[in-house]
């Protein structure tokens, strides 16, 4: 069963590119790894409600698909699909799915929280389709979080599919066919461009982003004291290593920080779709 011939980390940084270049504002956003290492956002300057007025706020965890390319494929002798070529996209296991919940609840929120998974499998098919900006379009297949229902929390499960076939499979015991939404890049793009927001809606819903993706976190309620010498209780902070890193930083901040640690996910801000 072999790994495609590039990296996960290759992939990723090759769609965030060109998702970057071709659908944000001034073919730029900020990323959650700058945000993180303090390069120096704050001095540049960059244009939070530029950023953000008009965009869908898009929460991505990237995958790398194994490429099944033989007949002796479970996919294939069970029926489910005729021949290869077939993709398995694996979950993260570890803390029963946690890390899938987690996406899950994000998106049961509100938010737009998608798998991104590649859909190729030659390092010639990569250099092609980056060369000719085909990444997102053609090189990606894209679930959503709430498409994925597994069956229990204890076994190994993945989702096998076909590029561009309008269902995927949940495999553990059995396969369990679900109804793909986001079967191409033109319902890729309809979604996105339907979930646009002004930029004081994106920062609500960003504000409850980091209040889902901190649920599990421990807080601290600070006390103030008013002129008259009445306690007033403040907003809870959250508290243990992550807490320093969100500290004063801005929403939008916040939000991508939280993303990148809870949920190995990049926060983007997408528009011009």
Do not use: C
Not at 124 to 133: N, S, V, W, Y
Not at 156 to 182: I, M, N, W
Request: aromatic share 10%.
């Amino acid at each position: 069963m072999p790994w495609p011939d590039f990296t996960e980390l290759t992939f990723g940084y090759a769609y965030l590119r060109e998702l970057e270049r071709r659908h944000a504002t001034g073919g730029s956003f900020p990323l959650a790894p700058d945000f993180i290492s303090q390069n120096e956002e704050a001095e540049k300057g960059y244009d939070v409600e530029v950023t953000l007025d008009g965009a869908t706020p898009l929460f991505i965890q990237f995958k790398r698909s194994f490429v099944l390319t033989r007949s002796n494929a479970k996919e294939v002798l069970d029926g489910t699909y005729d021949g290869p070529q077939v993709f398995r996209m694996h979950l993260h296991k570890r803390g029963a799915y946690r890390q899938h919940k987690a996406l899950q609840r994000l998106e049961a929120d509100g938010h737009d929280v998608q798998y991104v998974t590649s859909q190729i499998y030659a390092q010639r098919q990569f250099q092609d389709a980056f060369a000719q900006k085909r990444i997102v379009s053609s090189a990606s297949a894209h679930f959503l979080p709430s498409e994925i229902v597994l069956p229990d929390d204890v076994d190994d499960h993945h989702v096998s599919f076909k590029a561009e076939d309008a269902h995927g499979y949940v495999y553990s015991g059995e396969a369990r066919q679900f109804t793909r939404k986001l079967i191409n890049f033109d319902a890729w793009a309809s979604r996105v461009r339907d979930r646009r927001r002004s930029y004081k809606e994106n920062l609500q819903a960003l504000e409850r982003a980091v209040e889902v993706m901190s649920l599990d976190m421990p807080r601290q309620i600070p006390f103030a004291r008013a002129t008259s010498g009445e306690a007033i209780r403040l907003q809870p902070t959250i508290r243990g290593p992550v807490g320093p890193l969100l500290r004063g930083k801005p929403i939008e901040q916040q939000a991508s920080i939280l993303a990148y640690l809870t949920l190995d996910a990049q926060l983007v801000f997408v528009r011009d779709v």
